[in-house]
């Protein structure tokens, strides 16, 4: 299959030696590795896709210098304007619920990044502002690029913060690897390969792992049924008030309680089906069940993004346009050349879109809690019956609309140092990042996608344009994730044109580039499933994963679209016994 990817090749981009990696030892191993490499076998891509390695991106680079400073300039020459005064007068907080999906999608979407991409910090250390941000450290660290705040900032004037935190993602050794510009890496494995929940190398996997039964280690409340994640006792983990918190293949898990929750169900799965294996395979050692049961909770995973998430982020046109679909049976999707890596333009930008679907408060068990107030506390998950009605107020609750609107709990409350009462802004963080990356401005992805460029203010519409004339200096000046995320949503999707053909364009590759992709055959992928155990993980839905681990499945209602609001035609909620509901049979993995 020729390589259909609407925005080219990356032909402008060499792989120099240090990205290379070494010949595979073995070629044809059964389970995908937990770093990632040897994915693609060939010679000079055995590291593609692998943690640690560098992100591909679509455009070459801004950067000021050509090398690695970041995309401060306007096309004028005078600096760009600060990344919170664009975030702080273009977005404002209002209340717009979606009309057909819930949080339980935005939260999915979360889950799903942490798989994919993580901007890898270029140092933990560094400090850019003051402790109390009034004003920048004096010598930084190279790595700083702190965001200005203006002295009439409306939220931060009143705290006298005039500097917000940020620092630079990492990237590839230049000196070492002789690359031409600077490539930001990053720290997970670019395929959905469940790696926010096995980790990313073979070493993070082994403390994750009961090493027995094949299962993952938990937290277990037998009579409740109430299993979780097992604890993180690391220092700093999670908030102070925080009575406990967990770990996982991924340390971000708790940012926020409803991503704890999906972490919860994924690994509850595992161990489910681990247990059942184990039962028709009692010949079986811990490694192969646990390597068997990874490898269907990968297979479920995929299979979900791309029948019941992915349509849904990017509408029809798009799914058939990228050729996005789920195959019937095997498919023939692999293309060795088609490399699988996250693109700067996706992680630094497209996928935030999912920030503006955040509400402002969650339908928690019990009633109304603001968001941010659950930000790095999860410790009501222990409470009895606490995890089923979580999905249940997420699986009712509307996400916000795709828009110029966040929710203050990321714009003012992100993440707060402990005994300050303001936080980080989530959409600062995002321009900056874009900068960072040096994200060529939003008119070049308009230009590339031959759509109109907008030449000027007022293409933006009568209501932006003058906020926007206010901030920039020129039009070739707006940040892509800034464009982006203004666009109108096109039928059927939740974003714009502009982001729908870079996710489009993301998934694509993680499809066609993973040789272990679920539903791969035998001529491909030397971990295929045989045809009856294909069909079988084809069949599951989300809803089916939910109905499954939940505390008490006979009290348990779902809607069978379980990212579409329940008051959509023929989507009411059902019974876990439905035979709208799913399950999958594992019998055909009995030897
Ligand atoms: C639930 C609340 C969420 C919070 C509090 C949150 C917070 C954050 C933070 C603090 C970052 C790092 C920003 C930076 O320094 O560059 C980030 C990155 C990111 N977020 Fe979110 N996020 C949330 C949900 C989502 C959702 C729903 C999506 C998409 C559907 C999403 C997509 C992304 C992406 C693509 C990145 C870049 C990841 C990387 O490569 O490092 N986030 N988010
Ligand atoms: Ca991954």
Redesign the pocket.
Known sequence: MEIKHFFGNNSHIRTKRCLVGGECLHKHLRYRRFDGKCNNVLHGRTLWGSAGYPMERILPPAYGNGVWSARVLSVTGNFLPSARSVSASLFGDLHVPHSKHNVLM?????F???D?????GHSDTAQCCLEDGSHRVANPHPACLPIPVSKVDPFYSQFGVRCLE??R?AIASRQKCNVGHGRQI??VTHFIDGSGIYGSSAEDSTLLRALEGGRLKSLKHVRLNNELPPLDETEGACDKKAEMCFKVGDD?VN??I??VAVHTLFLREHNRIAKTLDKLNPHWSDETIFQETRRIVIAEIQHIVFNEYLPN?VGPNYMQKYELHPSKGYSNFYNPKVNPS?LSE???A??????S??PDHLELPGGLEK??KT?FDPTRLREPHFFDGLFRGILHQPQQLVDDMFSH??TWF??PKEGFPFG?D?VS??I??GR?HALPSYNHYLHLNERHVKTEFSHFGAVLSPKLADLYDHPDDVDLYVGGILETPIPGAVVGETFAEIISDQFARLKEGDRYFYSEGPLTNPGHFTLPQLEEIQKITLAGLLCANANDRHSFHVQPQAFDLPHHAGNQPQSCHSNQIPSLDLNWWKD
């Open positions: 935005m939260q999915f979407g979360q799903l990044v942490h994919i991409t993580k901007n890898k940020f620092v993602t990053s720290a971000r940012q926020i409803t991503l982020v996250i996706f992680s630094a497209a996928f935030r879109f999912g920030h679907t955040i968001t941010h930000f709990s990321i992100l993440n980080k989530l963080l995002n900056q990042r960072d």
